[in-house]
């Protein structure tokens, strides 16, 4: 069966109405994608294509109140987030929303999420699934975003299929109290083309669109997963300041966690500024701060 004849089998009308008008490969690819994102001050206010997309799309479940078009898109997230913590029933729907949107791309990971009983139990399983390397939840979702800088941005299907757990995930790493943040140093390694490495030069400020885990252990930061993005033969190591006051200082998901990595993993978005890098043979180091917000 195809993913379109999936979700209307299981009656996921929503879902399966997205899957006719998009692109429906589901095939785990590995995409060529700069992780480096110029900053500019119009991203900070208005946020990237697929997280708005997605509220626009679900706008009954996420936010059925009217929206002010004067807040940024990180005032709208918490105001959602706060109504989930406030309602007895929005959870709910957003759990179930989820758990249709992301049946397509992984059944196992959707059953589970539909399953939590109580509120805390299903934002642990939101965190969760994102460190199980075993469904490509973590690959899906992170191409989707790094996808947005795409010119004339058009998310695809698995884009929009993975839109409500981005925002869902989103929302628990800038605002779920119990994520504590970490202001200490943090370290990610990845293997960057060149093209992409030479973007990393001293002074320049970028963003990361996707979620990005590092850990406070530079031995665990070698074995986070890289299957999207930019691949190459340099072997880069990100050593990253977190001191700034900044509501996208890395969340600590220690707890939550498949694996024991020390995990701190930064919201989409963050901003970040190059203050050093070295070059020895076809190992780098380059040093970061996190930028204040």
């Given at each position: 069966m195809t993913a379109e004849q999936i979700a209307g089998e299981y009656g996921y009308t929503d879902v399966q109405k997205v899957l006719?008008?998009?692109?429906?490969?589901?095939?785990?690819?590995?995409?060529?994608?700069?992780?480096?994102?110029p900053w500019h001050i119009d991203i900070e206010r208005k946020g990237f294509g697929l997280i708005p997309i997605t509220l626009a799309a679900y706008k009954n479940t996420f936010h059925p109140k009217m929206i002010d078009p004067r807040k940024s898109i990180v005032s709208v997230l918490r105001d959602i987030f706060n109504d989930l913590n406030t309602s007895p029933?929005?959870?709910i729907e957003v759990r179930d929303?989820?758990?249709?949107?992301?049946?397509?791309?992984?059944?196992?990971?959707?059953?589970?999420?539909?399953?939590?009983?109580?509120?805390?139990?299903?934002?642990?399983q939101i965190i969760y699934a994102y460190t199980e390397e075993a469904t490509y939840l973590y690959t899906y979702m992170n191409t989707a975003l790094r996808r947005q800088r795409e010119c004339d941005y058009k998310p695809s299907a698995i884009d929009l299929a993975m839109g409500p757990y981005v925002v869902m995930y989103?929302?628990?790493?800038?605002?779920?109290?119990?994520?504590?943040?970490?202001?200490?140093?943090?370290?990610?390694?990845m293997k960057l083309n060149e093209n992409d490495l030479e973007k990393y030069q001293v002074g320049v400020q970028f963003i990361w669109l996707a979620f990005v885990s590092s850990s406070v252990n530079p031995e665990k930061a070698k074995s986070f997963p890289t299957y999207t993005g930019a691949t190459g033969e340099n072997t880069t190591t990100f050593i990253i300041d977190n001191t700034a006051k900044s509501s996208y200082q890395p969340r600590d998901i220690e707890h939550y966690a498949r694996y024991p990595e020390n995990e701190r993993v930064y919201p989409a978005g963050a901003k970040f500024e190059v203050t050093k890098?070295?070059?020895?043979?076809?190992?780098?180091?380059?040093?970061?701060?996190?930028?204040?917000?």
């Amino acid at each position: 069966m195809t993913a379109e004849q999936i979700a209307g089998e299981y009656g996921y009308t929503d879902v399966q109405k997205v899957l006719s008008e998009h692109n429906t490969n589901f095939e785990v690819v590995d995409e060529e994608i700069d992780t480096f994102q110029p900053w500019h001050i119009d991203i900070e206010r208005k946020g990237f294509g697929l997280i708005p997309i997605t509220l626009a799309a679900y706008k009954n479940t996420f936010h059925p109140k009217m929206i002010d078009p004067r807040k940024s898109i990180v005032s709208v997230l918490r105001d959602i987030f706060n109504d989930l913590n406030t309602s007895p029933t929005r959870w709910i729907e957003v759990r179930d929303k989820i758990s249709d949107s992301i049946y397509v791309v992984c059944a196992k990971s959707a059953e589970t999420v539909k399953e939590c009983s109580y509120r805390e139990g299903f934002y642990k399983q939101i965190i969760y699934a994102y460190t199980e390397e075993a469904t490509y939840l973590y690959t899906y979702m992170n191409t989707a975003l790094r996808r947005q800088r795409e010119c004339d941005y058009k998310p695809s299907a698995i884009d929009l299929a993975m839109g409500p757990y981005v925002v869902m995930y989103q929302m628990l790493l800038l605002f779920w109290d119990d994520l504590s943040r970490d202001n200490t140093k943090t370290y990610r390694q990845m293997k960057l083309n060149e093209n992409d490495l030479e973007k990393y030069q001293v002074g320049v400020q970028f963003i990361w669109l996707a979620f990005v885990s590092s850990s406070v252990n530079p031995e665990k930061a070698k074995s986070f997963p890289t299957y999207t993005g930019a691949t190459g033969e340099n072997t880069t190591t990100f050593i990253i300041d977190n001191t700034a006051k900044s509501s996208y200082q890395p969340r600590d998901i220690e707890h939550y966690a498949r694996y024991p990595e020390n995990e701190r993993v930064y919201p989409a978005g963050a901003k970040f500024e190059v203050t050093k890098r070295s070059r020895k043979g076809a190992s780098i180091s380059v040093e970061l701060k996190l930028l204040s917000s």
